[in-house]
């Protein structure tokens, strides 16, 4: 009876913990570069997708990618993110013995990055023969991250972030397919708790956490609409290598939040220009696919502070993205039966997969990937590994 309660007590200290979401420093908080609806494939193959887009990701990505679509989709993707840190304090939490004490499952998550995603989303891709595509996508996001430092007076970094998130764009091939051009208007509900360092008695002693931390719930949301423009160019002098350069310009006018006075969170979104180049050649049933992409060429990315006062060669590394994939007998233009995929993230290897067990249609697909982001501002500062799950139910 007394091991019960000591997994109890060791299980609730670690969801406290779990649930208040943050990140390891200050500084990480403000340098990882976070946009909403990441894609697995996508970040896969190094999160590239200016230049190459063929399904709903591009609608995050580069509008223009729809018109690459060559049939209807529609999706009801459940994903979930986890940091590699998550899944090994849960594993050792388990472990503890029943003499264990609060502070042994402290001493756990001492120096480490407790991370969270989710996303439930619906979406559709409708062609209009080779006149126009049509793209919408609706689905409400959820993220955290935890860390605690300072073993002498333990703290503890959080924040959290509710997305509610609808984005509607269309794109159409102009000059005899050429040139593929595309637009969006895309409409975030954010609640975002910002960085908030606590000490654990305070935690503990607290009535309830939102005395502490804030609150944020889907009553709580502030919204912001903003504007997202692409194009893609098939170079015919590569015509066999399938070859073609993309930019793209997301939230243009701003991602500007309708917050009161005294209220500075969520915090506005500044422009993102990016540019991206592809190549995909295939071979009956074997598709390759190559894209490398440089975002945010301003360097004016809202969570990069760093970066955007001190525009050095590091701070491009963090924006340079290469990816590869091979596809065994494709299904369509954005799918296949069985595709393997990897690449580099900010310098850091990604790898993934997916698999389509119907073979012919999506009706289940499945899709996995790993990768590594910067949560600090510098190069090579506080990577942090993620795994990240989907099962999209569609056709």
């Keep these: 009876m007394s091991r019960i309660r000591y997994h109890i007590r060791n299980f609730f200290v670690a969801i406290i913990l779990l ?31 200016i230049g ?80 126009m595509t049509f793209g919408a996508a609706s689905g409400v996001e959820t993220q955290f991250d935890l860390g605690v430092r300072n073993p002498v007076a333990i703290e503890i970094d959080f924040g959290f972030r509710l997305d509610k998130i609808q984005n509607y764009g269309f794109a159409m091939p102009v000059a005899r397919g050429r040139w593929l051009l595309g637009a969006g208007i895309e409409t975030i509900e954010r609640c975002d708790i910002p960085l908030t360092t606590a000490t654990f008695g305070t935690v503990l002693s607290s009535s309830n956490i939102s005395s502490s931390f804030g609150s944020c719930s889907l009553t709580e949301l502030k919204r912001a609409q903003t504007y997202n423009f692409g194009f893609q160019k098939r170079l015919e002098t590569a015509s066999a290598l399938k070859m073609t350069w993309g930019m793209t310009a997301n939230n243009v006018g701003g991602l500007k939040f309708n917050r009161s006075d005294n209220e500075t969170s969520p915090a506005d979104q500044n422009p993102e220009y990016s540019m991206g180049f592809s190549w995909q050649p295939s071979w009956g049933p074997v598709r390759l696919l190559y894209a490398i992409d440089i975002r945010d060429l301003a360097m004016k990315h809202a969570d990069d502070t760093y970066c955007q006062s001190r525009k050095g060669t590091d701070c491009l590394w963090k924006r340079l993205h290469i990816g590869t994939e091979i596809g065994i007998f494709p299904i369509d233009s954005g799918a296949s039966t069985f ?57």
């Design 339 to 395: 595709a393997v995929r990897a690449g580099f993230n900010q310098g850091y290897f990604t790898y993934g997969f997916e698999l389509n067990p119907f073979i012919f249609f999506r009706g289940l697909n499945i899709q996995y990937a790993v990768y590594k982001t910067e949560t600090g501002s510098q190069i090579g500062d506080n990577p942090d590994e993620r795994k990240i799950f989907q099962l999209n139910f569609g056709f």
């Design 19 to 49: 649930t208040l979401g943050g990140v390891y420093t200050l500084q990480a908080q403000t340098g990882e570069l976070r946009r909403p609806g990441q894609g697995v494939r996508n970040l896969g193959m190094g999160n590239t997708g």
């Design 52 to 131: 190459l887009s063929f399904d709903e990701n591009a609608l995050f990505y580069n509008p223009a990618g729809l018109a690459s679509v060559d049939s209807i989709l529609v999706g009801f993707p459940f994903l979930w993110e986890v940091s590699n840190d998550s899944v090994s304090i849960i594993k050792e939490i388990s472990k503890l013995s029943g003499d264990s004490t609060t502070a042994d499952t402290v001493a756990l998550l001492m120096g480490k990055n407790v991370h969270f995603r989710s996303l439930i989303d619906i979406n559709l891709v409708m062609p209009f023969g080779e006149l």
